[in-house]
């Protein structure tokens, strides 16, 4: 795919994602995704979180 190879890639990126309609999609699913790793890192060290700010 075109939109994510190579020198400017992210930017290419963003433009796919904003021509059809998919910014907030991606920002949904980018954040969950790093929600997600960041509860398992704090797991995997037994380090308590506030779930209620999920």
């Known amino acids: ?14 433009e796919t994602i904003a021509r059809f309609g998919l910014e907030q999609k991606w920002y949904d699913y980018r ?3 790093l929600t997600e790793q960041a509860i398992d890192w704090l797991r995997f060290y037994d380090i308590p979180y506030d779930e209620s700010k999920e």
């Open 1 to 14: 795919m075109i939109a994510i190879h190579g020198r400017g890639a992210f930017r290419s990126f963003r």
């Open 31 to 33: 954040w969950d995704a």
